[in-house]
């Protein structure tokens, strides 16, 4: 097992983020926002 600096580290989140991309921003944004939706109409 190799072990990583933190710049490749920083380079591997990186291009992680730029595989996701806005899209899967998007859809954990929504995703989230509908969790809470959901969980203040159960509680009201």
Partial sequence: ???RTPSEK?????KWLKKVGVW???F???KGLIWL???YWALK
């Fill in 10 to 14: 920083k380079a591997a989140i990186l």
């Fill in 28 to 30: 954990f944004l929504i």
């Fill in 1 to 3: 097992m190799t072990s």
């Fill in 24 to 26: 899967g921003f998007l």
């Fill in 37 to 39: 939706a959901v969980g």
